[in-house]
């Protein structure tokens, strides 16, 4: 009996990929930077679930030795003697997908036996894939060196992205592959077929795009037309926190199998309910959901709505799922909001600044929101959800002037530029802010005007008038309310 190995593959530099530029001048089968970014996010995700279910179809071994798949990566188990079959598999499936996506993506895999603790064995398989990205050309074909044509030039590779995973996409009920493109996957068709739906074995693939005026998907601009308050339309990125750290204590390979199923199918399934919601649907649209992140677009208020959903939702799939788990890896999540300053700004240009978004919210800690170019905590979030409420009163209900939060936003910017102590949040004279409140409204002083102006000086700069620091979540809720007060 042979022994048996395991097979990880894994597609590098998605982020890139996602990245490149839209083909510049009107393409002649009308693609357009929405149904591009689209297509391409999930073309790139279903490689990872359909190549090792084709890998297993062609070698003709059962769908059981299917450990874990999607999320940029998957995990086979395999007979040994069929390693070199396997190899040449993925030879051709990664020489097409490295030609139709210009050189920015890179499927490599590693394989080793079934043979110790799995923590030697992942740190065997990390080791195989650290020596193929150290040495990227060993065993590369001969035309490896030769120059990729400029992105947008090859236009039928371009179209395949828009053609297949296009508005038509949304109605496919299966994905499948063949040999005679090995890194392509079609939808409806092919020598081997996988349900998307309707099926215990359906690939988890959120789809959801909000739709346009009149057929097919919602440009941004329309998108931005949808919104409350000022029409701005932008991206919303999140991640789970230390996500890497949690997949490397695992102990089991079991462990890895269902965690990774769990994550993946988390972000598949609740991405997709909630942009199916009254509020959601026409509003946002689904980028891409992975293992452990996703991305969409939409109006900026739904994304700000979505994104305290994902999390709460997120919080609850922790307490049901990961409660027995010891430490705190993996068990938040940190998401970024980036506006598009113009409607017609490229969706890539707006995705790309998510993204840096993203990372600095990560990296400046863990279980946040960067929001309105500021970073605050899940339950500030929370905070200024309320407050901005109490500011649209102000505004709507006692007859402020809605410069007065244009005004109120000033205190803050004096506090992180003047010297000494309002450097460090602080601001001099601050009676002058509750003057300023003081004076809204014309003189009204009934009783409820009162008492939401006296919480509204608490909530922002807290209760001393001379002590008073301005919150984190006192500048997100004015711009808050301030984009909600424009038209």
Known sequence: MSVQIFLQGHVFGIEDFLRLPAPSGEAPWGVCGENLIIGRSRWASLLTEVL???????????KALLGSSGGRQFLLILPGETREAAGEFLEKAAAEIRDLSGGALRLLWAATENLGDWAVVRRRLRDGFAGRLDHPAAGAPEDFFEPFEQAGEAGHEWNYFVSVFGPAFNEAKTVGWSPETPGRVLAGEGKHQWPLTDSREAIPLARHTAPADGAGIADPPALASRAEGRKVWGVLRGDVDNFEFRIRRLTTIEEHVKLSLLYRRFF?????VLCSLPEFWQKVSIIYTGGNDFAVFGAWDALIALAREVQRLFHRFNEENLKEIPGAEGKTISMALA????PETPLVEVFGEAGRRLEYAKA??????????HLVEWR????????????ERLVTEFGGSPSLLGDLIRFYRRAGTAAGSAAEGRFHRPWRYHRRLSLVAAGARDR?????RSRLVADLIGKSAAQAKLRPGGRVALEWAKLLSED
Do not use: S
Request: glycine share 8%.
């Open 448 to 452: 409820e005007y009162q008492r939401l």
């Open 339 to 342: 506006m598009a300053p113009e």
């Open 52 to 62: 090792p279910r084709a890998l297993l179809e062609e070698l003709g071994l059962p």
């Open 380 to 391: 500030q979030l929370a905070q200024a959800a309320e407050l901005h409420e109490n500011l």
């Open 364 to 373: 400046a800690g863990r279980d946040c929101f960067h929001v309105f170019g």
């Open 268 to 272: 598949a399934g609740e991405l997709e």
